[in-house]
Every structure is written in C-alpha cells, then in structure tokens.
C-alpha cells in the first residue's frame, strides 16, 4: 500500500467514524432539540409539568380577541388536530395576524396558555399582495400543508 | 484513480503555474463579481416588488440568504481543499484553505448580523437558540477554529494538516445546517427551495420577480469568493515560498 493510498483509508476511516457518531447522536436528539411543541405534542404530554415551555402553531382564523382599553389579547393556537386557547398582555409582533404561525413562550393554566412573549413564525413564501400560495403560512408538523386555509375549509 | 487525477492535480498544484493562471482568472472572476452584484442589488431593491407580508423589509434577502449558501459552500471547499492537502500532500490546498477560511468566517458573520436585523421586525426577536440559528453559530465557531489552529504550531505545516482535519471533521455542520429546518421544530422559516433537483421536481417558494435578482446575487457573491480566494492565494504562496527562485523573481527581490 502506498503512504497516497493508506493516507487516503486514514481520512476515510476518520470520516466513516464522525458521520457514524454524528448521525447517532443526531438520531437521538431528533425527537429533542424542538424549539417549540404543537398542540398534539402538548396532548401527548411532552409538555414539562412545571415551568415555561414554547408552543407553536397558526392563529385559528375567527378566534382573537382583544380586550377594548387593555394589551390583552385572546386567541385559540392550533396545528389542525389539537387546538390550545391562549392568553397574552403585550406587544404582539407585526406578523401576528389570523392563520398566521407563532410561537409562544408561557406556562398552561387550566387548559389554558398563559403567554409572556409571542414570536411570529412566517411561512417561506415570498410573493407580491393578490397571489395565493401554499408557502404562506409555516408549516407546523402535523398539520396540513397549506396552513389554517385548509384547515378552515376542511370539512 | 490516482494516475490521471494526480496528474491533473500536480499540473495546476504547481506554485509558480498557479501564480501565473490564477491572475487573469481572478481578473475575469472581479468582473463578474462586480457586474452580478450591481445587477443583483438593482434588481433586489428596486425592480423586485414588496413582499406580501413584509413589505420592503423583505429586501435583506439579498444579503441574508446568498451570504448564508456561501457559509456553507465556503466550509465544503476548506475540506475539500483539506482531503486534497492532506491525501496528496499538495501544498497550494492549504494555503487555498489558509485564504478562503476567513473570506468563510466574513460570510457566515454577514449572515448572523443579516438575519437578526432581520429577525426583530418579523419575528419579534433578534436572537433565538433554535436549531437553524445555532447550527449556523456554531459554524462559525468552527471558522474561527480553523483559523486559529493553523496558525497555533510552531511549525507551519503541522498547522495546515490540524486545520485541514478539523475542517474536514466540522463538515459534518454543513448538512446539519441545511436540513435543521426539516429535522427540527424551529423558529426560522424553511427552504425557498423544495424536492429534489435531479429528478425534474426542484421548486421554490419565491415568485419569479423576487427570485432572479437573488440567483444573480448568488453568482455575483461566488465570483467575489473566486476573485478573492485566488487574489489571496496568491499572496500565501508568495510568502511561503519566498526562498524559492520564481518567488523571489515574481515579487522583483534580487
């Protein structure tokens, strides 16, 4: 064997090995590493008992509320199978809107989701106003392509 | 496999050819670059409509996502560079390596300050630790580490074969990178590109209004990395090589 020829093994050994121990690693983490939990997740109880955790989901068209005269605001967070009410006194971001995702930092109390930050999560859809596309709303795992459009046309 | 490639290798490794080609090269490369990024930017901030949702704040794209492929392409070319320096013992992939890696480091900086300006007015927030932000952090913890393990031994070469594993070993970012939004819940947006290109179902999220302006910014963006690696390149391989003869010609030293 050539020193070309082992050098070569070497660095083919080395990558086997770190692509091995990264692609394990990964698939461990995979159910983890989640930057916010859907309303299905929530229901299964992934949710931790106590403290803040972060759910994500569209805006149910139809559902927000706000307080006349207060920042409140009320609306019902969903990914199309689960859906979670909740509750936040702020700022909302200027994305925040009706089939819109957000994801939003608080606690459950009482079934309902006492939010202390909302983050908007839009779609990857770039387009001018008057067109319609299915990248407008993020997708949020488990829910169907095409955001709350299809979800409130669902039968 | 090593007879003909290692040929072809060894012609153009050859530090006095490669200082010769490589200054038309990164000439023509210049041109491009300039050409691409004034028709790009025009193109973006003026002709390109406003977004649907986020008006002209969406403009940042232009920067954002080219600066962001070249982190990437920028981090598959260090190892690259480093497989062939390290298998054919190729002095020119290290010092291609030694010049593109902060060129990287630049790009994948451009990408985070881009994308939390960005961010703020969107999303609400200028940072986020989920797994697209901090994939692509730590992708940049990696250039600075490649960086500076090359200059961290006494010895030069011994620099240039450290720095060569480690970009070889932190490729392995790259893909994690790419596929974040897919693997994990995040609160970054996915892909503007979809399906596979090699089976005819590659396509994007961005109307063709918006999109060619950003394409023209990748190629110009590409050209600028080739102008600059090789204008780089060629000042690395001058000053490793100044005892030789056609360095010191090249540089008029008696």
């Known amino acids: ?155 | 496999m090593s007879g003909r490639w290692s040929r072809w290798i060894h012609r153009w490794a050859s530090p006095p050819y490669f200082y010769r080609v490589s200054r038309p090269w990164g000439r023509a490369f210049a041109v491009v670059s300039f050409v691409a990024i004034a028709i790009g930017l025009y193109g973006g901030l003026w002709l390109a409509p406003p977004d649907f949702q986020q008006g002209n704040g969406f403009r940042i794209i232009y920067m954002h996502v080219p600066s962001a492929w070249m982190s990437l392409f920028i981090f598959v070319f260090l190892a690259v560079c480093g497989l062939i320096g390290l298998i054919w013992r190729i002095k020119l992939a290290h010092a291609m390596a030694s010049a593109a890696a902060p060129i990287g480091a630049a790009f994948t900086a451009i990408t985070l300050v881009t994308g939390s300006l960005w961010a703020k007015p969107m999303w609400g927030t200028f940072w986020v630790w989920d797994a697209r932000l901090t994939s692509e952090l730590i992708l940049f913890f990696l250039y600075l580490g490649v960086i500076a393990l090359s200059r961290s031994f006494e010895n030069p070469q011994t620099g240039d074969r450290a720095a060569a594993i480690l970009a070889i070993v932190g490729a392995v970012d790259v893909p994690i990178i790419h596929y974040s939004v897919d693997w994990w819940q995040t609160l970054h947006q996915g892909s503007i590109f979809r399906g596979n290109p090699f089976d005819g179902h590659l396509h994007t999220t961005v109307a063709p209004s918006m999109l060619w302006p950003l394409l023209v910014m990748w190629l110009g963006f590409m050209c600028y990395f080739g102008a600059l690696v090789l204008w780089r390149a060629r000042s690395e391989i001058l000053l490793r090589q100044l005892d030789t003869d056609w360095a010191r010609e090249a540089v008029g030293a008696p």
């Open chain 1, 1 to 155: 064997m050539t020193p070309r020829r082992q050098r070569m093994f070497m660095l083919a050994a080395m990558i086997v090995a770190v692509g091995a121990s990264v692609f394990f690693a990964l698939r461990a983490l995979h159910g983890e590493l989640l930057y916010y939990l859907t309303p299905t997740q929530v229901a299964e109880g992934r949710a931790p008992t106590s403290g803040d955790f972060r759910l994500g989901g569209l805006v149910l068209p139809g559902s927000v509320r706000r307080h006349p005269g207060s920042m409140t605001v009320r609306f019902v967070l969903t990914d199309g199978h689960h859906s979670i009410p909740v509750v936040f006194t702020g700022v909302l971001p200027d994305l925040f809107r009706p089939g819109q995702g957000v994801v939003a930092r608080g606690d459950l109390v009482k079934g309902t989701f006492v939010a202390n930050e909302i983050l908007a999560k839009h779609g990857p859809g770039y387009h001018p106003p008057g067109i319609h596309s299915r990248y407008n709303a993020p997708h949020i795992p488990g829910s169907l392509p095409g955001g709350t459009t299809a979800l409130v046309t669902r039968p």
